[in-house]
Nanobody, 123 residues
Framework: QVQLVESGGGLVQAGGSLRLSCAASGRTFPTYATGWFRQAPGNEREFVAAINWDGDNTYYTNSVKGRFTISRDNAKNTVYLQMNSLKPEDTAVYYC????????????????WGQGTQVTVSS
């Protein structure tokens, strides 16, 4: 079993940056791919980015390509999401999750989820 805790969210002005962290417990974490998702009020949860188990491959939704970077440090059991050039439409609760399948944007293919961290981008 894997437990995930997100942190690093907050309030930032448009054009600013934030780095989210996803800290995992569980010896099997390094064997999983990890994804970031987000959910804005009234919207479905949507895929943002994913990284494979060793960090060699990444996958992004089109709206964040060139602005967001996903990375991982398996020695620290942590996955990061560096978010630059933030826009008001990036405002959402951001979740990390783990899956054996990579790449995948389907929420049902992710096995464990964190509780989320709020990101608010003001215009």
């Amino acid at each position: 079993q894997v437990q995930l805790v997100e942190s690093g969210g907050g309030l930032v002005q448009a054009g600013g940056s934030l780095r989210l962290s996803c800290a995992a417990s569980g010896r099997t974490f390094p064997t999983y791919a990890t994804g970031w998702f987000r959910q804005a009020p009234g919207n479905e949860r949507e895929f943002v980015a994913a990284i494979n188990w060793d960090g060699d491959n990444t996958y992004y939704t089109n709206s964040v390509k060139g602005r967001f970077t996903i990375s991982r440090d398996n020695a620290k059991n942590t996955v990061y999401l560096q978010m630059n050039s933030l826009k008001p439409e990036d405002t959402a609760v951001y979740y990390c999750a783990v899956a054996y399948k990579f790449p995948t944007y389907r929420t049902y293919e992710y096995d464990y989820w964190g509780q989320g961290t709020q990101v608010t981008v003001s215009s």
